[in-house]
């Protein structure tokens, strides 16, 4: 157990709709960040959170965001889903930009 | 443009003998590598890492070499566990752009065999 949790652990939804993916970090993590793992592929840099602002964005799509709050828990905001969303999103969180990241156990999304 | 690259999808070993991961990269101003292992249906677990002020870091049965003028890395895990059958995901990052941001590789399933 990383101590990361991430809720919830499946969503099955349509095309065209939002959904709200939700992580908790470690204890003590200011910094939070958010993965995509599609099928056959490695994981892949969304957007880095750091005490509550933005750090680093990856190749995160316009119709994502995310946001991290006073209590440092973050959201990721998917939009206008499409099929090609469908994917293993991971959050993971650290003491700050230099030290380890640890992953929570991810949410499986699935757009139909 | 894929930065870290992992060439080997799949290895094979007998319980008891030597894994040999391997992972390439091709930015330079990467200075920080770390190896994950995901098992089915968990997020990546973190193994080992290393910077790139070191060519060797050792943890246990795992140990990390990295090769900077060959941009190579390699985890050895020795001697290989029936329970380390796994997927391994090696990751880098680039201290200087001052964010966390790991850039990871597209993973290698190992399978121990008993």
């Known amino acids: 157990d990383s101590g990361v949790t991430q809720t919830p652990k499946h969503l099955i939804t349509a095309t065209g709709q939002r959904v709200t993916l939700r992580c908790s970090p470690r204890s003590g993590d200011l910094s939070v960040y958010w993965y995509q793992q599609s099928l056959d592929q490695g994981l892949q840099f969304l957007i880095q959170?750091?005490?509550?602002?933005?750090?680093a964005k990856g190749n995160i799509l316009e119709r994502f965001s995310a946001q991290q709050f006073p209590d440092l828990h973050s959201e990721l905001n998917l939009s206008s889903l499409e099929l090609g969303d469908s994917a293993l999103y991971f959050c993971?969180?650290?003491?700050?930009?230099?030290?380890?990241?640890?992953f929570g156990p991810g949410t499986r999304l699935l757009v139909l | 443009d894929q930065q870290v690259k992992q060439n080997s999808p799949s290895l094979s070993v007998q319980e008891g003998r030597i894994s040999i991961l391997n992972c390439d990269y091709t930015n330079s101003m990467f200075d920080y590598f770390l190896w994950y292992k995901k098992y089915p249906a968990e997020g990546p677990t973190f193994l080992i890492s290393?910077?790139?002020?070191?060519d060797k870091n050792e943890d246990g049965r795992f140990t990390v070499f990295l090769n900077k003028s060959a941009k190579h890395l390699s985890l050895h895990i020795v001697p290989s566990q029936p329970g380390d059958s796994a997927v391994y995901f090696c990751?880098?990052?680039?201290?200087?752009?001052?964010?966390?941001?790991?850039?990871f590789g597209q993973g290698t399933t190992l399978q121990v065999k008993p």
């Open positions: 993971a969180s650290s003491v700050n930009s230099q030290e380890t990241q640890y």
């Open positions: 990751a880098a990052s680039a201290g200087s752009s001052n964010t966390g941001k790991l850039i």
């Open positions: 959170y750091y005490n509550g602002e933005e750090r």
């Open positions: 290393i910077s790139s002020i070191k």
